[in-house]
Structures are given as structure tokens and as C-alpha cells.
């Protein structure tokens, strides 16, 4: 075997290594996003996230790891798509945000119709249709 077959053989081995262990830790980072997202009641979209950052950098035991970023897109309603990051170093999780959203009450009424449109009313209870708004906001 030659120096150059060698080389050749090494970035090949190296580079199915990376891609088994990006896979790996992608299927983590999306786990920890659904078990996030289910914990604040909110619905976890695409049941993926995507990888927007790949860099080295080394963990507290100095050792150099893969740090990756990756953005997930979740919905407190249904309708409106909010932005998501998990920062991942090596297969430990160091961060994770999620956007403001506004959290869906629990009078809200969401009603299917025949059409593929979902129309979203409040419910209102009596005391809300007897409140009086000041003077400017009717």
C-alpha cells in the first residue's frame, strides 16, 4: 500500500466517522428539543432540526470536540412558526433557546371548518362582554 492510498484511505475512514457522528448527534439534539417543547406545551414542527453551524472547540476537560448548532421551529398555536437553537459540544447539550411566543389560554376555542382554514376565537364568558374599556378604545 502507498503513502497517497494510505491518505486516501484515512480521509475516507475519517470522513464516514464525522457523518455517523453527526447523524448520532443530531438524533440527540432533537430529542432534547421535543422533551423541551413538551415540557412548555408547545408543539415540536418537522420532528427535526437542522444543522446551521459546525466549529471545533474544546470541552472542560480540554479535549477538542465538534461544537454544533442546529435550529428547530416549534408553534404555541398551531398556526405561527417560532425559532428554536440547541448548542451541542461533543454529545453533551450546552444550550438551548427558544424565541417569545405567546402562550395559547386556556379559553381559546380553535374550530376546524369544511375548508382547510382554522378560524381562532376567544371565548368569552359574560363578565368579559359586560367589561368596560375607558373612553378612546371603543
Not at 31 to 43: A, F, I, M, S, Y
Not at 93 to 118: C, K, R
Amino acid at each position: 500500500m502507498s503513502v497517497s492510498e494510505f491518505i486516501m484511505l484515512f480521509i475516507l475512514l475519517a470522513g464516514i466517522f464525522y457523518w455517523i457522528d453527526t447523524v448520532y448527534v443530531k438524533e440527540i439534539a432533537c430529542q432534547h428539543g421535543k422533551d423541551r417543547c413538551e415540557n412548555l406545551g408547545v408543539t415540536f414542527l418537522d420532528a427535526t432540526v437542522e444543522i446551521t453551524k459546525v466549529r471545533l472547540k474544546r470541552n472542560p476537560k480540554g479535549t477538542v470536540n465538534f461544537k454544533r448548532d442546529y435550529s428547530f421551529e416549534f408553534s404555541s398555536d398551531g398556526i405561527k412558526r417560532y425559532k428554536g437553537t440547541i448548542s451541542m459540544l461533543g454529545k453533551v447539550l450546552l444550550d438551548l433557546q427558544m424565541s417569545a411566543y405567546p402562550e395559547i389560554s386556556s379559553n381559546t376555542v380553535i374550530e376546524q371548518t369544511n375548508s382547510n382554514i382554522i378560524d381562532i376565537k376567544q371565548a368569552k364568558s359574560a363578565s368579559d362582554k359586560t367589561k368596560k374599556f375607558p373612553t378612546g378604545f371603543r
